[in-house]
C-alpha cells in the first residue's frame, strides 16, 4: 500500500510518498515565509505530483493523503481545532474536501507528533510496543502517547499531545501557549535564544560569537569547554529529563522514544534522561527504557500509513 504524507513543521513542509515501512521520495518546502496554509496548499499538491510522477505512479495508486500538523487537531472529524501562531487560517480549511477536489484521492490529518509516534511504533524504536511515550525535541518540543497500542486523544483532542506543556517551573518563562514555566517555554529551539540572552556571563561565552544561537550551536560550546555553554546544556538536560519523569508519571509508558532535530546530540541526550528517569520516576513494576528515535524526520511520513489504516 502506498500513500502520500506531509509534515506541516513551523519553518517547513516535508512532503513525502510511502510504501509501508519505506519512504520511496521526499521533498521539503521551505514554508518560513508561508502567510497562510490555504496560499500553502497549491506548492504541496504540485509537490506531490511531482513526488508520484517522479515514481511512475498515478494518484489512483494511492491509498490517500495524511497530514501531520503542528497544533491541536481532532482526527475524528478531519479538522485543525486550534494553532499556535502558525498557519491561523488551517482551522477553517476542509483538507480532506481540498485533497479530494484537488488529487482525488482521502485525506486524514493528525497533530504531528503524534503521527511521528505512529511511525516510530510502525516501523521505529517503539516497533511491537504498545506502551509508548514520545518526546520531540525541536522548535517547540512535543509529548505524545500510545496507551494499549492506540493513540491517546480525549475528548477534546488534547489528550497525551500537549507533553511539552508540563509545567516544570512554575516561576518560569511564560510560553506561548499562555502558561507559565512550560517545558517547552525553558528548554526548546524558540526558547533557547532567550535564555542565553539572559544568562550571567555569557557576553564572555564562545556563544556570543553567534548570531544565533540553537541546540547545535549550544552543543558544540559546551563539548568544548565553554563553562556557560555547558551550564545551559545541563540545565536544558534536566528540564526535558523531569518532562519526562511528569510523562510517565502521567501516562505509564515502558518506553520513551526522544525524537525531533536536538538529538542530533543523542549521545548525551539519552543516557542522562534514562539515568534520571530511572532514578525518579515512581515505577515499582520495572525501569522505562529511553530510546532515540529510529526514523528521524522522516517519523511523521512513515506514520501516514498507520493512520490512513485506523478504523
Not at 96 to 110: C, D, M, V, Y
Not at 269 to 280: F, G, N
Amino acid at each position: 500500500m502506498k500513500a502520500l504524507a506531509v509534515d506541516l513543521g513551523g519553518t517547513h513542509a516535508t512532503c513525502g510518498l510511502v510504501e509501508e515501512r519505506t519512504l520511496l521520495a521526499s521533498e521539503t518546502i521551505d514554508t518560513d515565509h508561508a502567510k497562510s496554509l490555504a496560499a500553502l496548499l497549491p506548492t504541496i499538491a504540485k509537490t506531490f505530483r511531482d513526488l508520484v510522477q517522479r515514481e511512475s505512479l498515478s494518484l489512483q495508486d494511492l491509498a490517500g493523503t495524511a497530514v501531520g500538523f503542528a497544533g491541536l487537531v481532532d482526527s475524528r472529524i478531519g479538522r485543525v481545532v486550534a494553532t499556535n501562531g502558525k498557519y491561523e487560517d488551517a482551522t477553517e480549511i476542509d483538507l480532506n474536501a481540498w485533497s479530494q477536489k484537488t488529487l482525488g484521492i482521502p485525506l486524514r490529518i493528525e497533530n504531528d507528533a503524534r503521527m511521528a509516534l505512529l511511525g516510530e511504533s510502525f516501523a521505529g524504536a517503539a516497533a511491537g510496543c504498545k506502551e509508548v511515550v514520545m518526546m520531540t525535541l525541536g522548535t517547540g518540543i512535543g509529548g505524545v502517547a500510545m496507551i494499549e497500542g492506540k493513540l491517546l486523544r480525549g475528548k477534546h483532542a488534547q489528550a497525551g499531545c500537549l507533553g511539552g506543556h508540563l509545567p516544570v517551573l512554575f516561576t518560569g518563562r511564560q510560553c506561548t501557549c499562555g502558561a507559565i514555566g512550560c517545558a517547552e517555554a525553558e528548554a526548546s529551539g524558540w526558547s533557547l535564544p532567550l535564555i542565553v540572552k539572559d544568562w550571567p556571563g555569557v557576553n564572555q561565552s564562545a556563544l556570543s560569537t553567534y548570531s544565533h544561537v540553537g541546540f547545535k550551536e549550544l552543543f558544540e560550546a559546551s563539548s568544548g569547554g565553554d563553562s556557560v555553554a555547558g551550564a545551559i546544556t545541563i540545565r536544558c538536560l534536566n528540564i526535558w529529563a523531569a518532562n519526562a519523569v511528569g510523562l510517565v508519571h502521567a501516562y505509564d509508558p515502558e518506553i520513551i522514544v526522544m525524537g525531533g532535530g536536538v538529538m542530533n546530540s543523542a549521545e548525551v541526550i539519552i543516557p542522562y534522561v534514562e539515568r534520571y528517569v530511572q532514578k525518579h520516576a515512581w515505577t515499582p513494576w520495572g525501569k522505562v527504557q529511553v530510546r532515540a528515535a529510529a526514523l528521524g524526520n522522516n517519523a511523521a511520513l512513515l506514520g501516514a500509513l498507520p493512520l490512513l489504516s485506523e478504523s
